[in-house]
């Protein structure tokens, strides 16, 4: 069974600064990988998606994630975030067989502060 | 331009009721899903179809029935409604991938609570 781990529920960090979020799957096939981000009071918004080729995947608003194979990690980064970055990130799994059935890790909050 | 459309957005209901969350998407998607969210538990697959007259479980089905008898729809009936089920609840709906790794589009959310 596939599984997501976003190790911090909550990352706080001011305007303008780097940010990573950080996410490990666990999975004994080949998967897919996605990063959604989730406004408040809002549904969920696909931000990239990792199906194959480059490890380096470029997403919206100037977010980016990298595929790890080896390390079984999908790291999600920004150089420079915005206030109107605050939101929810989810890091979500397929298999790409069913790839329509995402199981998503638990939420990482990202507060971005003045 | 309305994609994958919920109602009601918020509901109460009273333990023992029940109800049915409506789900309406126009892009002509084969897939189709409802997911709950609840705090820091992530977003969990209740049930799923990937076509009209085909519906299948997903990770926490119990206490939730679906059908599917058009491309369009996909309701979610709660039959005898517990607080348990206080929840946010997310339909999802995505063109069928084949492995081609397809963008899943989701309703905005259906907040219910059960007192």
């Known amino acids: 069974a596939q599984s997501v781990t976003q190790l911090d529920s909550q990352v706080p960090v001011f305007e303008e600064a780097p940010v990573e979020l950080r996410c490990n799957y666990s999975?004994?096939?080949?998967?897919?990988l996605f990063w959604y981000v989730q406004y408040p009071n809002q549904g969920l918004q696909l931000l990239l998606k990792?199906?194959?080729?480059?490890?380096l995947v470029k997403g919206i608003n100037g977010f980016e994630a990298e595929f790890n194979k080896s390390q079984t990690s999908f790291h999600l980064r920004k150089p420079s975030v915005h206030i109107s970055d605050t939101a929810e990130y989810f890091c979500?799994?397929?298999?790409?067989?069913?790839?329509?059935?995402?199981?998503f890790g638990k939420g990482t909050k990202l507060t971005v502060n003045p | 331009n309305a994609g994958v459309t919920q109602t009601p957005k918020f509901q109460v209901l009273k333990t023992g009721q029940s109800m049915t969350l409506q789900c309406a998407q126009d892009m002509n998607h084969e897939y189709m899903s409802w997911y709950r969210q609840d705090p820091g538990m992530g977003l969990r697959l209740i049930h799923y179809?990937?076509?009209?007259?085909?519906?299948d479980q997903g990770e926490v089905p119990n206490g939730y029935n679906v059908s599917r008898s058009t491309t369009e729809d996909f309701p979610l009936r709660l039959l005898s409604a517990a607080p348990s089920q206080t929840s946010v609840y997310f339909c999802?709906?995505?063109?069928?991938?084949?492995?081609?790794?397809?963008?899943?589009?989701f309703g905005e959310g259906s907040w219910l609570t059960v007192v």
């Open positions: 999802a709906s995505s063109a069928l991938s084949r492995g081609l790794g397809n963008t899943i589009y």
């Open positions: 990792y199906l194959s080729g480059s490890t």
């Open positions: 999975s004994s096939v080949s998967v897919y």
């Open positions: 179809s990937v076509g009209a007259g085909i519906t």
């Open positions: 979500a799994v397929s298999d790409p067989g069913g790839s329509e059935k995402l199981v």
